[in-house]
């Protein structure tokens, strides 16, 4: 049982460049998110998806797109970055309940010079 | 939109001690959960305790428990016989009951507790 798995760990990327970040849970959890830490800050949301086949904006969406593919997994896909890209980004599973806790990835660290 | 406050950016404690890390909130809602969650050096996001609003016990794990304040919307965590392995990041998060803000887990910026031996 690995819990959320992301990859990469670690990306640099170069300004206009384009990724994707891979998230997959093995929960059977029907909801996802997607959050970006930046030094001195907490999480902020980016994306979520609350079932398969839907997804939401959160709080910073402007520059990223998601997919949802399945239910186990939720890609964040940058088109073309920006240094004010840069940072750690963590992806989460839960159920539905609000009470339900959000498991975390690991994070992956990006870096956008 | 909520918001949620820490307002000590760093604390230290030594080791056996006990500690208190602070967090305030602000919502318009009148049902709610609280989260604590521990972020050490290895960068992962770990659950420490979990209140929800509508209870008035204050929440416990062990060494871990809450003093939760609604009126004052206060949620203050308490680390008893602290150790070693306690030292990390710790977040504040609110996430509303219902509605499209029921997804979303609110985070403070955190306070990094440092446990001296």
């Known amino acids: 049982n690995a819990g959320v798995t992301q990859t990469p760990k670690f990306q640099v990327l170069k300004t206009g460049q384009s990724m994707t970040l891979q998230c997959a849970q093995d929960?059977?959890?029907?909801?996802m998110y997607w959050y970006r830490q930046d030094p001195g800050m907490g999480l902020r949301l980016i994306y979520y998806?609350?079932?398969?086949?839907?997804?939401d904006k959160g709080e910073v969406p402007n520059g990223y797109n998601v997919s949802r593919l399945n239910k186990r997994e939720f890609s964040l896909r940058l088109e073309s970055a920006a240094p004010s890209q840069t940072s750690v980004y963590f992806c989460?599973?839960?159920?539905?309940?609000?009470?339900?806790?959000?498991?975390f990835g690991p994070g992956t660290r990006l870096t956008v010079l | 939109a909520q918001t949620v406050t820490q307002s000590q950016p760093e604390m230290s404690v030594q080791e056996a001690e006990t500690v208190t890390l602070s967090c305030t909130y602000d919502?318009?809602?009148?049902?709610?959960?609280l989260f604590w969650y521990k972020q050490p050096p290895s960068r992962q996001m770990i659950l420490v305790i979990r209140?929800?609003?509508?209870?008035?016990q204050n929440a416990t794990e062990n060494r871990f428990s809450v003093n939760f304040q609604k009126a004052a919307k206060s949620f203050s965590l308490k680390i008893s016989d602290s150790q070693l392995g306690d030292a990390a990041m710790y977040f504040c998060?609110?996430?509303?009951?219902?509605?499209?803000?029921?997804?979303?887990?609110?985070f403070g910026k955190g306070t990094k507790l440092s446990v001296i031996p």
């Open positions: 919502t318009s809602e009148s049902d709610y959960y």
């Open positions: 929960m059977n959890h029907n909801s």
């Open positions: 998060a609110y996430r509303a009951h219902s509605g499209a803000g029921s997804y979303q887990l609110t």
């Open positions: 998806s609350a079932s398969e086949g839907t997804t």
């Open positions: 989460a599973s839960s159920r539905e309940s609000s009470y339900n806790e959000q498991f």
């Open positions: 209140q929800e609003a509508y209870k008035q």
